[in-house]
């Protein structure tokens, strides 16, 4: 079966770090394109970053450019988000996900980011950013 689980999160202070996690089960995750995206009650869901698997490109949406870093570690099947210089707005629930169609192709950022919902998430993981 194909499962993504994350870890990370927390409470941290404004100008604080955070790294997420996002491990897969059921198959190699360094072969699929992985978004990260969070989700405020009332609020769309916003595109927050993504890795392809075929160049190594990473994306990033403006409103977290140049503070946040998506990588892989692929000897331990993870993709991690690395959040600094977090703000109060960064709150949110984060969620990695993936596709089947973003498995060892170039357009799969554009699957994952694009309008209609990647078919597999992770639990996600609460971010409070706070004093």
């Known amino acids: 079966q194909v499962q993504l689980v994350q870890s990370g999160g927390g409470v941290v202070q404004p100008g604080g770090s955070l790294r997420l996690s996002c491990s897969a089960s059921g198959f190699t995750l360094d072969t699929y394109a992985i978004g990260w995206f969070r989700q405020v009650p009332g609020k769309e869901r916003e595109g927050v970053s993504c890795i392809s698997s075929t160049d190594g490109s990473t994306h990033y949406g403006d409103s977290v450019q140049g503070r946040f870093i998506i990588s892989r570690d692929n000897a331990k099947n993870t993709v991690y988000l690395q959040m600094n210089s977090l703000k109060p707005e960064d709150t949110a629930v984060y969620y990695c996900?993936?596709?089947?169609?973003?498995?060892?192709?170039?357009?799969?950022?554009?699957?994952?980011?694009?309008?209609?919902?990647?078919?597999?998430w992770g639990q996600g993981t609460q971010v409070t950013v706070s004093s």
């Open positions: 996900a993936t596709d089947p169609a973003a498995h060892s192709s170039d357009y799969g950022c554009i699957v994952i980011m694009g309008d209609l919902a990647p078919r597999y």
